[in-house]
């Protein structure tokens, strides 16, 4: 079993900034992609960004040069640091990986989801 843990979601105002952290623990052969995806109130969940096992990273449109999305591979945890942020970010943040639990058996991981509020 695969188990991620976020941490780091809270209360924030408007032009605020947050770092969220994921941690990924138990029979882990290797990550191939990690990410972070939201979902607000009514909407569905969507993409916010991720990265490869090599670093190579994709945003959303709208938190581009705002977020940014990192790892520690030998930690195997994701950060997603999020500055200038703005009252539509507010949604339940979730983390997600790709797992090599024994090879070539990979299978994709969500966390529970930690909740990001925007307001004043």
């Known amino acids: 079993q695969v188990q991620l843990v976020e941490s780091g979601g809270g209360l924030v105002q408007p032009g605020g900034s947050l770092r969220l952290s994921c941690a990924a623990s138990g029979s882990i052969f290797s990550i191939n992609a990690m990410g972070w995806y939201r979902q607000a109130p009514g909407k569905q969940r969507e993409l916010v960004a991720a990265?490869?096992?090599?670093?190579?990273?994709n945003y959303a449109d709208s938190v581009k040069g705002r977020f940014t999305i990192a790892r520690d591979n030998a930690k195997n945890t994701v950060y997603l640091q999020m500055n200038s942020l703005k009252p539509e970010d507010t949604a339940v943040y979730y983390c997600?990986?790709?797992?090599?639990?024994?090879?070539?058996?990979?299978?994709?991981?969500w966390g529970q989801g930690t909740q990001v509020t925007v307001s004043s």
């Open positions: 997600t990986a790709n797992v090599i639990v024994t090879p070539p058996h990979k299978y994709d991981y």
């Open positions: 990265i490869t096992s090599g670093g190579s990273t």
